[in-house]
């Protein structure tokens, strides 16, 4: 196991916690996210970025209560002005009904943080569902630039229209 090879390492540690998370092994994944806190905490790393990592697997599968409790961690830690951290957040708030605060974090991030992948997806997908379909379609435009111009593929499992579309 690479946690043997590198056990003061907390990004090893949080990787198994995201992998645990996928595979739905969650009491394994808590203690490995633990473990990385404790590992970072002791060799005066900045840990925000585990809780944000933590709360972000948390909320993909629909834990909203600990992803948000882990996302405040986050924010309290280090990571309030991380836009990964603010768009988990705005997702979570989306998916507990609070949509008016996650329209306001995610406007936010585009006007701050304009080339945030996860957000032009996240927040594309919440325009769709309110019915402002058209500013959805300009994310995601947006989104099929900045990924092009990474030469990167759309890591994010959305439909992008193409120009033929319309």
């Known amino acids: 196991m690479l946690a043997e090879c590198r056990p003061n390492d907390p990004s090893i540690w949080a990787y198994i916690g995201r992998c645990h998370g996928r595979r739905g092994q969650w009491q394994d994944s808590d203690s490995a996210f633990k473990k990385a806190i404790e590992v970072a905490s002791a060799t005066n790393q900045p840990t925000w970025w585990i809780h944000r990592d933590w709360g972000h697997i948390r909320a993909r599968f629909g834990f909203y209560p600990a992803a948000q409790r882990h996302l405040d961690n986050a924010k309290a830690s280090g990571g309030r002005n991380d836009p990964s951290c603010i768009a988990a957040d705005a997702y979570v708030k989306w ?46 435009r947006q989104l099929r630039v900045v990924e092009s111009e990474m030469n990167v593929p759309l890591p994010y499992d959305i439909e992008v229209e193409s120009d033929a579309d319309e």
Do not use: C, P, V, W
């Open 95 to 140: 998916r507990t009904d609070q949509r008016e605060i996650a329209k306001r974090e995610f406007e936010f991030l585009i006007t701050h943080y304009g080339n945030h992948g996860y957000t032009l997806k996240t927040y594309s997908m919440l325009l769709d569902e309110i019915g402002n379909t058209e500013r959805a379609k300009e994310l995601r």
